[in-house]
């Protein structure tokens, strides 16, 4: 091992080192940490990727619902928000 004024090693060395001290700092709390019971990482990362498409298509969806109900007319407009049913949260009822 090259040393450098007898205190640290150079390059690469610095590197190997830390991978050891990790190494063993994981093996003697391994089972403290439960790495067993860890979901799988490409697991996780997919259902990420669709949380991430879902909430971009529901984006999508509300810009073409407020883009769509910017070319309505006035009067239809009045209709929707006249009619004697509320849409609320997906769920109709009636107004009382």
């Known amino acids: 091992m090259s040393v450098i004024d007898g205190s640290r090693p150079m390059g ?3 590197w190997a080192h830390f991978a050891d001290f990790l190494a063993e700092l994981i093996a003697r709390h391994a089972e403290e940490l439960d790495i067993d019971s860890w979901p799988d990482p490409k697991k996780v990362i ?3 990727e669709l ?3 879902y909430f971009r298509f529901i984006q ?3 810009q073409a619902r407020k883009d769509a109900d910017a070319k ?3 009067e239809i407009k009045a209709d929707i928000w006249y009619s004697p049913y509320i849409q609320i949260s997906g769920f ?3 107004a009382s």
């Open 12 to 14: 690469g060395d610095i």
């Open 46 to 48: 997919m259902l990420q």
């Open 51 to 53: 949380r991430d498409m």
């Open 60 to 62: 999508l969806s509300l």
């Open 72 to 74: 309505l007319p006035l």
């Open 92 to 94: 109709e009822e009636k």
